[in-house]
């Protein structure tokens, strides 16, 4: 049974950081992609950032590159998210979710692509 767990979300003020932690289990974590994706109260799921385990690359949703940084490791099969100048419009619940395939370059961030999810946690960045 895959599971993935969250964790490390919090509530900081503008410009702080958090680092955020998905742990997996029971899945095949060498292979596919690792995403983040947000969803903020009244607003869709939204692709945050994703992690081909097995090549390594990495792509990022426009609204935080250069602030945000994915990174994983693979004897841990534990990928991360770190989370630099945050803004009150980070403010959402963040989920980890694992992929066998998740499409190549802009497509990462379709939601049916990833099949496993955690339970979320929530990331509040007040001004």
């Known amino acids: 049974q895959v599971q993935l767990v969250e964790s490390g979300g919090g509530s900081v003020q503008a410009g702080g950081s958090l680092r955020l932690s998905c742990a997996a289990s029971?899945?095949?974590?060498?292979?596919?992609?690792m995403g983040w994706f947000r969803q903020a109260p009244g607003k869709g799921r939204e692709g945050v950032a994703v992690?081909?385990?097995?090549?390594?690359?990495?792509y990022y949703a426009d609204s935080v590159k250069g602030r945000f940084t994915i990174s994983q490791d693979n004897a841990k099969k534990t990928a991360y998210l770190q989370m630099n100048s945050l803004k009150p419009e980070d403010t959402a619940m963040y989920y980890c979710?694992?992929?066998?395939?998740?499409?190549?370059?802009?497509?990462?961030?379709?939601?049916?692509?990833?099949?496993?999810w955690g339970q979320g946690t929530q990331v509040t960045v007040s001004q």
């Open positions: 979710a694992a992929a066998a395939f998740c499409g190549y370059g802009g497509y990462w961030s379709r939601l049916s692509w990833y099949n496993y």
């Open positions: 029971g899945y095949t974590y060498s292979s596919g992609c």
């Open positions: 992690i081909y385990t097995g090549g390594g690359s990495l």
